[in-house]
């Protein structure tokens, strides 16, 4: 079986650019999770997809990232402008319930100059 | 609320012995308690899980963990290591009745030959 799939896997902007992410995850999966970690810390959730709709996206900050799941599959991750310390890894992660363990993508690094 | 927390932020331990990385957590409900390892550059791969019944979980690479529920815990153990274990382990939880899965700050395990 196929694993989880992101693109790029590195990317590094200048401040204030834009980027986007994206993100395939295993087929038949209907929950989709968007983490950022940050180096020597956990992985923070950002937005969780249940096929295209929003779960939780409380922790997203909203006036500079965007995420969207059309037709609930694949999904794009997007910050606009970039900050300094949105340097991180991007996770990506899909799992089929509520009890499954979760299987994560290889993660973007993403270097924000 | 739900969290989970890392009382360690390294253990070493010599090939061959016994290591144990433990995990405390709190929820308002039932706990999905899990554990991940991630090697360097790489995203998380899952090891095992508790979601019920027997207290004692089995999992990958030789990998088990036991529930504690009075003590809210669910230590990681394996009963020889393995140079090869070295990496960053992450224990997680989710409130049954919730949808957010929160992850620990990490343990970065060293196994020394």
């Known amino acids: 079986e196929a694993g989880v799939a992101q693109s790029p896997r590195y990317k590094i902007i200048e401040k204030r650019q834009s980027v986007a992410f994206w993100c395939n995850p295993i087929?038949?999966?209907?929950?989709l999770y968007w983490y950022q970690q940050i180096l020597g810390q956990g992985p923070k959730l950002l937005i969780q997809?249940?096929?295209?709709?929003?779960?939780?996206d409380s922790q997203l900050p909203k006036d500079r990232f965007s995420a969207e799941r059309l037709k609930g599959v694949d999904s794009t991750l997007k910050i606009q402008p970039a900050k300094l310390e949105d340097s991180a890894v991007y996770l990506c992660?899909?799992?089929?319930?509520?009890?499954?363990?979760?299987?994560f993508g290889p993660g973007t690094r993403l270097t924000v100059l | 609320a739900q969290s989970v927390a890392q009382p360690e932020d390294q253990v070493n331990v010599a090939e061959g012995n016994p290591l144990t990385v433990k995990c405390t957590y709190s929820?308002?409900?039932?706990?999905?308690l899990f554990w991940y390892v991630q090697y360097p550059n790489r995203g998380l791969q899952f090891l095992l899980k508790?979601?019920?019944?027997?207290?004692l979980v089995k999992g990958s690479y030789g990998f088990e963990a036991e529930f504690n529920k009075s003590q809210t815990s669910f230590h990681l153990k394996k009963p020889s290591a393995l140079v090869s274990d070295s990496a960053l382990y992450f224990c997680?939880?989710?409130?049954?009745?919730?949808?957010?899965?929160?992850f620990g700050s990490g343990t970065r395990l060293s196994i020394r030959p």
């Open positions: 992660a899909s799992t089929w319930g509520a009890s499954a363990e979760q299987f």
């Open positions: 087929s038949g999966h209907a929950t």
């Open positions: 997809f249940q096929n295209n709709g929003v779960v939780d």
């Open positions: 929820v308002s409900g039932n706990p999905y």
């Open positions: 508790y979601i019920t019944g027997d207290n």
């Open positions: 997680a939880v989710r409130d049954s009745s919730a949808s957010k899965i929160i």
